[in-house]
Structures are given as structure tokens and as C-alpha cells.
């Protein structure tokens, strides 16, 4: 996976046009102590149906869920956000790192699913190529050494 963050800043704005052409998968995020970036989303939310596709897999995070007596954006306002646009929605805290992990195995999931149908499920490998793999490799290996 590729990982670009434009912060949603208006100079990265021309150039991240580019970004989502070919882009599977993509995070909004705003920052719940911050009405302002909330208000934001729908607007981020068509820039990416207008740039990436409908295909695209977006998924909703709000970040500083860490901070919850600095919290500015309710609940209520965002169900009701996520259900009109119909997104999945994960809060995050990137400083304690609560449910980042959880936010990007879904985005991956979701990519993998919408992307990849045919893809083996997670942990379903074919022995048989896996075993060819691995004994080319060390033939690879040994023969790089030569005799002594």
C-alpha cells in the first residue's frame, strides 16, 4: 500500500488530483476536537467521487478520540453524516494509536474485497508454489556462493 497525506491543506489541493486517479482505497479524516474539518467531509467526499471513481473504498475517521474533553463534534452529527453518505466510520487516536490498526485492516479489507474478489482468503496460501518458492530460492542462494 501507498500511503499519501495532503492534510487536506488548499496547496496540496491541485496535486492531489493526481493522487487519486488510480487510488483503491480512501481515508477522510477530520479531527473531532475541530468543527471546521468536520464540516469539510462532504467536500472531500465528492473530490474523491469526482477525481477517484465511485469505486473507490472511503472510509470515515475521526482522529483525537484521545481528547474527549476537547471534543467539538457530536456524535449525532456524525451518524447522521455516515449514514446520508453512506461511509464506514472508525475514531481513531493517532497519538495513542487507538483503533488505527482497526481503520486500515478494514480500508485493506474492503480494497482486497471490492478490487481482488478472487484473491485467496487471508492465511490461504498454495502450499505447492509456496514449497517451489522457498527450495528456488535457496538453490538461488547456495549456487551465489560458489565452492568454497
Known amino acids: 500500500m501507498q500511503i499519501w497525506d495532503t492534510a487536506g491543506q488548499e496547496r496540496y489541493r491541485s496535486i492531489a488530483q493526481n493522487f487519486y486517479k ?78 488505527v490498526n482497526e481503520a486500515f485492516m478494514h480500508i485493506s479489507k474492503e480494497i482486497k474485497k471490492t478490487f481482488f474478489p478472487n484473491a485467496k482468503p487471508e492465511g490461504k496460501t498454495d502450499n505447492a508454489q509456496t514449497l517451489k518458492n522457498t527450495k528456488r530460492a535457496k538453490d538461488d542462494s547456495d549456487a551465489s556462493r560458489g565452492c568454497c
Open 22 to 99: 488510480n487510488a483503491m482505497g480512501v481515508l477522510i479524516v477530520f479531527d473531532l476536537t475541530d468543527e471546521h474539518t468536520f464540516n469539510n467531509v462532504r467536500n472531500w467526499v465528492r473530490q474523491t467521487k469526482n477525481n477517484a471513481g465511485e469505486n473507490v473504498c472511503r472510509l470515515l475517521i475521526g482522529n483525537k478520540a484521545d481528547l474527549k474533553e476537547n471534543r467539538a463534534v457530536q456524535t449525532a452529527d456524525i451518524n447522521e453524516l455516515v449514514e446520508d453518505l453512506n461511509l464506514k466510520y472508525f475514531e481513531v487516536s493517532a497519538k495513542s494509536g487507538e483503533n
